[in-house]
T-cell receptor, first 114, second 115 residues
């Protein structure tokens, strides 16, 4: 079992729908991440939250809207997505300030845009 | 800038044999961490092993070991006694001191273990 929990595991949505991806961790990590991953490619960083504040936005389109309600939760709100947004979305968390600390990943949400 | 290079898109290994997956990196950070992750077809990213830039000894975790050559900027993963369940994508990643918010990933190596 992973220590980072993502829901839902699978999501199919139309281009006009609004949905949210959720991520939760209880490891006391103060950094949380969203990644997008296409098949056979490495994860692409989208957003980083440090101490519940957005610290990195990798020029992600505004149809993706992250939210960090508290130190354990991370959401990704989706609206008006495009077919090319179909991918595996991975959440991760880590300790801050120590380069020897790994990221811990959730199992991901497989998103399909119709 | 940080860069991770994995030059082997795909590898085959016979079950029970050892295999080495290559990773080279480039960084100007004075200290950094190097990580290997395994991603089965089911999608989860599994942390395997870590090597610190100041560590004198190579890291080991069960059947996984990291062949760290700092002067050559390489951090190769060695899997001993391969098992069918080792078939997966393997990613090398790095995190540095200057921008410790970010992890940099290589392009990955797809390992196939043959029975």
């Amino acid at each position: 079992d992973t220590e980072v929990t993502q829901t839902p595991k699978h999501l199919v949505m139309g281009m006009t729908n609004k949905k949210s991806l959720k991520c939760e961790q209880h490891m006391g990590h103060r950094a949380m991440y969203w990644y997008k991953q296409k098949a056979k490619k490495p994860p692409e960083l989208m957003f980083v939250y440090s101490y519940e504040k957005l610290s990195i936005n990798e020029s992600v389109p505004s149809r993706f809207s992250p939210e960090c309600p508290n130190s354990s939760l991370l959401n990704l709100h989706l609206h008006a997505l495009q077919p090319e947004d179909s991918a595996l979305y991975l959440c991760a968390s880590s300790h801050l300030g120590e380069e020897w600390q790994p990221q811990h990943f959730g199992d991901g949400t497989r998103l399909s845009i119709l | 800038a940080q860069k991770i290079t994995q030059t082997q898109p795909g590898m085959f290994v016979q079950e029970k044999e050892a295999v080495t997956l290559d990773c080279t990196y480039d960084t100007s950070d004075p200290s950094y961490g190097l990580f290997w992750y395994k991603q089965p077809s089911s999608g989860e990213m599994i942390f395997l092993i870590y090597q610190g830039s100041y560590d004198q000894q190579n890291a080991t975790e069960g059947r996984y070991s990291l062949n760290f050559q700092k002067a050559r900027k390489s951090a190769n993963l060695v899997i001993s006694a391969s098992q069918l369940g080792d078939s997966a994508m393997y990613f090398c990643a790095m995190r540095g001191t200057y921008n410790f918010n970010k992890f940099y990933f290589g392009s990955g190596t797809k390992l196939n273990v043959k029975p």
